[in-house]
Nanobody, 115 residues
Framework: QVQLVESGGGLVQPGGSLRLSCAASGSISRLSAMGWYRQPPGKQREFVAIISNSGTTNSADSVKGRFTISRDNAKNTVYLQMNSLKPEDTALYYC?????????WGQGTQVTVSS
């Protein structure tokens, strides 16, 4: 079993920044893709960004140029640097990771962008 624990969420003013972290632990074989989804209030979960174990990244158009995904393979940790935050970025952010063909999810960390 793989456990994912997110941290770094919180309340921030529009234009501000936050950095999310997600650490994987447990019976890890070889993590391939890791990334982030989010679920805004009253809406469905949506893709944010993903990174392969070789560092190839992809992100949603809505966050391009503002959010940067990275990972530390030695620490089994993925990060999401979020800059120029907008109220519409308010959501519960979930980390996910693919290990041996199985997708694992974290419990989520809340990000609220409000003045």
């Amino acid at each position: 079993q793989v456990q994912l624990v997110e941290s770094g969420g919180g309340l921030v003013q529009p234009g501000g920044s936050l950095r999310l972290s997600c650490a994987a632990s447990g019976s890890i074989s070889r993590l391939s893709a890791m990334g982030w989804y989010r679920q805004p209030p009253g809406k469905q979960r949506e893709f944010v960004a993903i990174i392969s174990n070789s560092g190839t990244t992809n992100s949603a158009d809505s966050v391009k140029g503002r959010f940067t995904i990275s990972r530390d393979n030695a620490k089994n940790t993925v990060y999401l640097q979020m800059n120029s935050l907008k109220p519409e970025d308010t959501a519960l952010y979930y980390c996910h990771a693919l290990d041996r063909g199985i997708v694992h999810w974290g419990q989520g960390t809340q990000v609220t962008v409000s003045s």
